[in-house]
């Protein structure tokens, strides 16, 4: 029998179904299983062993997304999403069909993702709404910060940074700012 897009797994560490705090308005966080950056003081260290958490398909997940019609949106979050990119770029698929906003975490930077050459990582990239990226820095821990933990990470705006290197300036990369206009710093 042939694997279809919503038979694809994805190793769960946990899901936050309502969140406000993981990105802009109301979201569906999903916490992915495994992270090779073992960041010192992270938030969620139980999420780094790859052999750990539960699997899910993405039409399982999709579904209990598609149950709140309230959601605005979708955040990848961890352990490091983009070691899954394969299955969360099928789901990013059926979250962008359905209207929803993307938004990932990675301890991974924008430069790192785009030097891995990799179809998937480069195609979920391209769906991204925001991307936090960097890893988390215990020394440089700022909590007045929105949406990151420490000073080194960014919020990117990825719609504009991609319209800016479409543009011509192929480095750019633009911060994202909130609905209120407020620049967060990065």
Known sequence: MEETVKDKVIRVCGIEPESIVDGPGFRYVLF?????????????????????????????????IMENPNLRGVTF??????????????????????????????????????????PATDELLGMLDILVDGRYDESLRN?????????????????????????????MVVPYKSGFDVEIRI
């Not at 992270?35 to 260290?45: E, L, M, R, T, V």
């Not at 319209?163 to 192929?170: F, I, L, Q």
């Open 77 to 118: 979050s961890g352990g490091e999403p983009f070691e899954q990119a394969d299955a969360l770029l099928d789901l990013a698929k059926l979250c962008k069909n359905a209207g929803l906003t993307l938004m990932s975490y990675s301890g991974y930077t924008l430069s790192e993702l785009e030097a891995r050459r990799d």
């Open 32 to 64: 992915v299983q495994g992270c090779p950056h073992h960041c010192h003081g992270c938030h969620n260290p139980e999420s780094w062993a790859f052999d750990a958490g539960e699997d899910m398909t993405v039409g399982e997940i999709f579904d209990q």
């Open 143 to 171: 909590l007045t910060l929105v949406y990151c933990g420490s000073e080194n990470q960014r919020v990117i705006d990825m719609n504009k940074t991609r319209r800016a290197r479409a543009e011509g300036d192929h480095g």
